[in-house]
């Protein structure tokens, strides 16, 4: 990838993950930014972060799109105030920007604030539509499942924030790693017995797909629960810690059988999920599921063996050369917008 040949670069803001994505003017991948960080416990940080970018691209000639969902970090006030923040930051990028709204203009210098907040998932969807009649894209990510409805080359979705989309069967807010294990389930049933989960931060989704050995690396980048390192031991430890009880070698096999359930209950809410939504918008029964996000991967395994008709993102797009860059679907699709739209 060569940084000097960047044109266009999609970023999106997360309260815990910066997302870039930079291509040519040939629209092929020049640039891939995926870094940690939590900006609840530190807002300065957005600052550091841009200004790293500005170090590492060096271009004033390429153009920026910019898309959030940071806002709702609780270190703001509120969203407005979030979003104000976040826009202050971006100003410091050294080149030309334009912020992703929810308007008819996607892109604009001049915008409410209120139309930029939480709008990630949907250059997704603007990306896809008039390229697919019919869909259902899913975007598994480290903290969220968005769901994306297409309908005759029109992107249906009803909610356009967190709130109204948590209620229409749009946004299930578990996602790869950041979730804990009690937001997937307050109970596991194991051999007809129950085990009931603390409703405490003591794991999360990663130490269960870290033990199933499903969590590349290159994904695996955020601090666990007990701030102690990945090893597969000590997934097991945090994990035993949630249902009360410490960890040792006899307690193995029972921690790996919750951590099937657990990978189990969590995807058959997004297949569950799929079936809602193509009854919700009268989809036909063989529409294409389309994936991206960190989770891609393990949602295709299993999703395979259910629906005919489900591809990879970069496999729509026609290049395998976006396969890294779709872990990041919100930045990629901003990217290929502005080379659209330019």
Not at 274 to 297: A, M, N, R, T
Request: charge should be positive; aromatic fraction near 12%; proline fraction near 1%.
């Amino acid at each position: 990838m060569k940084k000097e040949n960047i044109k266009y670069i999609g970023i999106d803001i997360g309260g815990a993950h910066l997302k870039c994505v930079g291509i040519d003017k040939f629209k092929n991948i020049s640039y891939i930014k995926y870094d940690s960080y939590q900006v609840w416990n530190d807002k300065k940080v957005l600052f550091e972060k841009l200004n790293q970018i500005n170090n590492e691209v060096n271009n004033n000639k390429l153009i920026y799109g910019i898309t959030m969902s940071a806002e709702l970090c609780d270190n703001f006030p509120n969203r407005k105030i979030g979003t104000k923040y976040i826009v202050e930051a971006c100003n410091t990028l050294k080149s030309k920007k334009f912020f992703y709204s929810n308007r008819s203009i996607l892109f604009s210098s001049k915008f409410k604030m209120q139309d930029l907040m939480s709008m990630n998932w949907h250059a997704i969807g603007k990306l896809c539509e008039n390229k697919i009649k019919d869909s259902i894209i899913i975007d598994f990510g480290s903290t969220t499942t968005d769901f994306l409805c297409i309908k005759n080359f029109k992107l249906k979705n009803k909610g356009f924030n967190d709130f109204e989309r948590i209620n229409n069967n749009e946004l299930i807010y578990k996602g790869l790693i950041r979730t804990p294990l009690f937001g997937i389930k307050n109970k596991i049933k194991f051999k007809k017995k129950n085990y009931n989960l603390i409703p405490e931060i003591f794991s999360d989704m990663s130490d269960v797909y870290r033990i199933k050995k499903l969590l590349k690396k290159g994904i695996d980048i955020d601090k666990t629960a007990d701030a102690t390192n990945k090893s597969i031991r000590n997934s097991m430890i945090r994990i035993a810690r949630n249902f009360g009880f410490d960890y040792n070698d006899s307690k193995k096999e029972l921690i790996i059988r919750i951590c099937d359930k657990l990978y189990s209950y969590q995807l058959d809410e997004i297949k569950k999920n799929i079936d809602f939504l193509k009854k919700k918008y009268k989809l036909p029964s063989q529409c294409k599921i389309i994936l991206s996000g960190v989770g891609q991967e393990i949602l295709m395994s299993y999703l395979n063996k259910k629906f005919n008709d489900t591809i990879f993102l970069y496999d729509f797009l026609g290049t395998k050369q976006y396969r890294k860059a779709s872990y990041h679907a919100p930045a990629l699709s901003i990217a290929l917008l502005l080379f659209e739209k330019n």
